[in-house]
């Protein structure tokens, strides 16, 4: 059973910034595309960040390019996303995930979901 758990959330005003980490376990990590999507109230679940199973390559929403920046340590079976200059249309559920897919930006290309962390982002 593949398990992703979430940390990292919580409140901080706009221009600052969180670090969020996910821990995987039951399954070889390193095979994995992991990835970052979040659900605001009302939205739909959008593709935030993803990283490579190597770590070699990353890919961002254009929304989020330049200040959020995914690494990945396989070692530790951690992904880490370091968001900065957060604003207040980044609060949402930030969710970990993981693919067999090289670079899956679609929910449903996703096989294991963590639980969520929430970010809230105040002006």
């Known amino acids: 059973q593949v398990q992703l758990v979430e940390s990292g959330g919580g409140l901080v005003q706009a221009g600052g910034s969180l670090r969020l980490s996910c821990a995987a376990s039951?399954?070889?990590?390193?095979?994995?595309?992991m990835a970052w999507f979040r659900q605001a109230p009302g939205k739909e679940r959008e593709f935030v960040a993803g990283i490579t199973w190597s770590g070699g390559s990353t890919y961002y929403a254009d929304s989020v390019k330049g200040r959020f920046t995914l690494s990945r340590d396989n070692a530790k079976n951690t992904v880490n996303l370091q968001m900065n200059s957060l604003q207040p249309e980044d609060t949402a559920v930030y969710y970990c995930?993981?693919?067999?897919?090289?670079?899956?930006?679609?929910?449903?290309?996703?096989?294991?979901w963590g639980q969520g962390t929430q970010v809230t982002v105040s002006s």
């Open positions: 039951g399954y070889t990590f390193s095979s994995y595309t």
């Open positions: 995930a993981a693919s067999l897919l090289p670079k899956p930006t679609g929910v449903r290309a996703f096989v294991s």
